[in-house]
């Protein structure tokens, strides 16, 4: 494989608030597709809380666009189970879903185990300093999206080394639900040092060529998410809902004759 061909890790984007993009013009398919995969990228980071309203109406604002791009990402959303759409009530942020945790990281373990073992086989002295720059890029981040950015970087790249580029798109829609996981884990120093520390390994062992050392360190580090997601449950359970119905946010009914109030949710 030829350097260059991974992707260097300062061409990674990092998430930022509504105001911060900037639509390019075009058909409103494109328009629409801008603003899902920005907010894709919101909920996935964690800005938007679940059970956070989003409004078509302030959405739209934010933007500078009319409601029917937004409608349309927020449905491409919804299909990817990161809203709830709730008919004469509103769109909030889903929460992350536990159960989804053991298939979605099925799905990931294969096509990157499978992919590392032959990265390994073919990885070359440019394609080893670029990984190594990756790390050290990873290891300088300045914020918890930075360290993101960098890791997905290297996950990336080890997939374009092995020459499944294409194959990313399949794991990168798989792992909607480990990613705001992985964000999470991301804003505390002690996951950082720990997922910095899995990825040298992995590294180390495509650079030397052990493939089933590359493979072996890869399923160690990618099963982490499990102990990760018990971890940020305890520490952040507001992000999370333990089944895979919509859970629903309290409605405030009116108060009744003597003035009481009570909450309930929409039927």
């Given amino acids: 494989m030829q350097v260059g061909m991974i992707e260097s890790p300062g061409d990674v984007e ?10 390019l013009t075009g058909r409103r398919a494109t328009i629409a597709v801008q603003i899902y995969q920005h907010l894709r990228r919101q909920i996935v980071a964690g800005d938007f809380v679940p059970l956070q309203p989003l409004s078509e109406n302030d959405l739209a604002a934010s933007f500078g666009v009319s409601r029917t791009p937004v409608r349309e990402a927020l449905g491409k959303l919804e299909e990817e189970r990161l ?11 889903a929460p992350i879903l536990t159960d989804r945790v053991f298939s979605d990281q099925f799905v990931r373990e294969a096509l990157e185990c499978a992919a590392i073992d032959e990265a390994a086989a073919r990885c070359t002295a440019p394609d080893a300093a670029t990984l190594r720059a990756i790390i050290e890029h990873q290891r300088a981040a300045p914020s918890d999206k930075a360290f993101f950015a960098a890791d997905e970087a290297m996950h990336r790249a080890l997939m374009v080394l092995a020459g499944q580029e294409a194959a990313w798109q399949v794991v990168d829609a798989a792992k ?15 996951k950082r040092l ?36 018990g971890q940020m449950m305890r520490m952040h359970p507001e992000f999370f809902h333990a089944t895979t119905g919509d859970p629903r946010p309290a409605r405030r009914k009116r108060p009744d004759a003597k003035g009481r109030t009570s909450t309930d949710k929409p039927a």
């Fill in 83 to 93: 809203v709830s759409i709730l008919p004469q009530y509103g769109t909030f942020v």
């Fill in 194 to 229: 720990s997922i910095l520390a899995e990825h040298e390994r992995i590294i180390d062992a495509v650079i030397a060529g052990d493939r089933d050392g590359a493979v072996a360190a890869m399923r160690q580090h990618l099963r982490g998410v499990f102990t990760s997601s």
């Fill in 14 to 23: 990092t998430p930022g608030g509504p105001a911060e993009l900037h639509l």
């Fill in 176 to 190: 909607v639900n480990l990613d705001r996981i992985r964000h999470l884990s991301a804003r505390h120093t002690f």
